[in-house]
Nanobody, 125 residues
């Protein structure tokens, strides 16, 4: 069983937009969910997280003002709207589910029970 399935990645020019989707199983769509990315040769980094119970979102400085995470509880789906994309945003993007209550570990991607396979985002200059 695949618990998290990401989609929506692709190639875009700098300044463009993409919306990623993550369809989750009932087990994974729980507590804290997040988006993370990893570029070749670099460590994984947080793109943002959301506490599903109250919709509170968390973003690192690199994403603030450009990326927005949202949820659709009826569809067990998490979204990542990315605007103003830059070449340095190029990476594989992963969805994570069933994180800790309150998203305390969101910045480091700790305590998530489920991870997706990822969707590639490529931004050209």
């Amino acid at each position: 069983q695949v618990d998290l399935v990401e989609s929506g990645g692709g190639s875009v020019q700098a300044g463009g937009s993409l919306r990623l989707s993550c369809v989750a199983s009932r087990s994974a769509y729980k507590n804290c969910m997040g988006w993370y990315r990893q570029a070749p040769g670099k460590e994984r980094e947080a793109v943002g997280a959301i506490y599903l119970t109250n919709g509170r979102t968390y973003y690192p400085d690199s994403a603030k003002g450009r990326f927005v995470i949202s949820q659709d509880n009826a569809k067990n789906t998490l979204y990542l709207q990315m605007n103003g994309l830059k070449p340095e945003d190029t990476a594989m993007y992963y969805c994570a589910g069933d994180g800790d209550i309150g998203c305390w570990g969101w910045l480091y991607g700790n305590d998530f029970g489920y991870w997706g396979q990822g969707t590639q985002v490529t931004v050209s200059s």
